[in-house]
């Protein structure tokens, strides 16, 4: 079950963004912003996110697959298992290797278009 979303526009109130570029990660957080979220965190690790998760839930959240040293799939089970809906972001496309439990979770490809990071929270807030 998906996380209320109290400010009412079908989109998520708070993101976490799970991101080891800080380029990328400024340009996910400018243009979540732009699209009205109200609040976007941003974190570059495992532990990171998973502090943060435990500080306070997300309403939604952008994994990338591939952190420095690192992937994602530990964030990925704790926000299955706290009903948080996320899409990975990776730059392996295809190639990227997701575990079977997770192969059915939606996915942007690096770079993404505003419209597609748009669209994904749209999909994720209807879920």
Same mark, same amino acid.
């Given at each position: 079950m998906a996380p209320a979303l109290p400010n009412g526009s079908g989109? @998520? !109130? $708070? =993101?976490? *963004? /799970?991101? $080891?570029d800080p380029i990328i990660a400024i340009d996910f957080e400018d243009r979540l912003i732009g699209? &009205? =979220?109200? +609040?976007v965190r941003t974190v570059g690790s495992v532990t990171q996110a %998973?502090?943060?998760i435990a500080m306070r839930a997300p309403d939604f959240a952008l %994994?990338? =697959?591939?952190?420095?040293?690192e992937? +994602?799939? !530990?964030v990925a089970e704790r %926000? /299955?298992?706290? &009903?948080?809906?996320? =899409?990975?972001?990776? &730059?392996y496309g295809a190639d990227?290797? *997701?575990p079977p439990e997770f192969a059915g979770q939606p996915r942007l490809q690096k @770079?993404? +278009?505003s419209d597609a990071l748009e669209a994904a929270l749209q999909v994720r807030a209807a879920g």
């Open positions: 989109r @998520p !109130a $708070d =993101v976490l *963004i /799970v991101e $080891d699209f &009205g =979220v109200a +609040s %998973l502090d943060a %994994l990338d =697959v591939e952190l420095i040293r992937k +994602s799939f !530990a %926000l /299955v298992a706290l &009903g948080i809906p996320f =899409v990975f972001v990776t &730059g990227a290797r *997701i @770079p993404c +278009s």
